[in-house]
């Protein structure tokens, strides 16, 4: 256990329709970091957030946003799903900035979306 | 980040040493060299890193050449449950890299462990 969560586990719905993924980080972690992972690809990332600020952005789509609260969960909101956005979402978190004292990122287990 | 190559797949018997190969031939000297795995469907595990010198801990170690431009991840004594695709990957860790403190994965190694 990562002590990341992810919620929910899987999630169905239909083109068109808008979801939210959500990530609770490990205690005392102030970094979120958001990936996709389509069918038999690599992990590509979407989006990074610090302390509530974004820190970096990734390939992420227009139709895709994310934030992170004051109490440091984070959420992944895909609005105007298509076939192709189906895939693993996977949230990491890490103390702070990957530096040279933190070095480890922790990824959650995911949320499977599928899109029909 | 530099780029990273590594074999697609590779088998093993269970029981014996895993070496899993990293080319590296761009990184430049202030990069370190990361290993992750992802167990199928499952979030990615780091593993170990290292800059310059062999590194070991409880999972695995690690052997970089002198020159740099490549490493190996070792599993001493693979099982079954060590099936899964490792990722090696080369960044500049740091709070001045803005920006790119995020973890670039790139294809991996998919590691089949044979009973």
């Known amino acids: 256990d990562s002590g990341v969560t992810q919620t929910p586990k899987h999630l169905i719905t239909a083109t068109g329709q808008r979801v939210t993924l959500r990530c609770s980080p490990r205690?005392?972690?102030?970094?979120v970091y958001w990936y996709q992972q389509s069918l038999d690809q690599g992990l590509q990332f979407l989006i990074q957030?610090?302390?509530?600020?974004?820190?970096a952005k990734g390939n992420i789509l227009e139709r895709f946003s994310a934030q992170q609260f004051p109490d440091l969960h984070s959420e992944l909101n895909l609005s105007s799903l298509e076939l192709g956005d189906s895939a693993l979402y996977f949230c990491?978190?890490?103390?702070?900035?990957?530096?040279?004292?933190?070095?480890?990122?922790?990824f959650g287990q995911g949320t499977r979306l599928t899109v029909v | 980040d530099a780029k990273t190559t590594q074999p697609p797949s590779m088998d093993c018997a269970e029981g014996r040493a895993a070496n899993l190969p990293c080319n590296h031939s761009?990184?430049?000297?202030?990069?370190?060299v990361y290993w992750y795995r992802q167990i199928h469907s499952q979030g990615p595990q780091y593993i170990i890193h290292?800059?310059?010198n062999n590194e070991t801990n409880e999972m695995a170690s690690l052997i970089i050449t002198e020159d740099r431009k490549s490493s190996t991840l070792i599993l001493p004594h693979a099982t079954l449950r060590d099936t899964a695709v490792y990722y090696c990957?080369?960044?500049?860790?740091?709070?001045?890299?803005?920006?790119?403190?995020?973890?670039?994965f790139g294809t991996g190694t998919r590691l089949t462990i044979i009973p």
């Open positions: 990491a978190s890490s103390v702070g900035l990957l530096d040279y004292k933190n070095t480890e990122a922790f």
């Open positions: 205690s005392g972690d102030l970094s």
């Open positions: 957030y610090y302390n509530g600020e974004e820190r």
């Open positions: 761009t990184i430049s000297g202030n990069e370190y």
């Open positions: 290292g800059l310059k």
């Open positions: 990957i080369v960044r500049v860790p740091g709070i001045s890299n803005f920006g790119n403190e995020k973890l670039t």
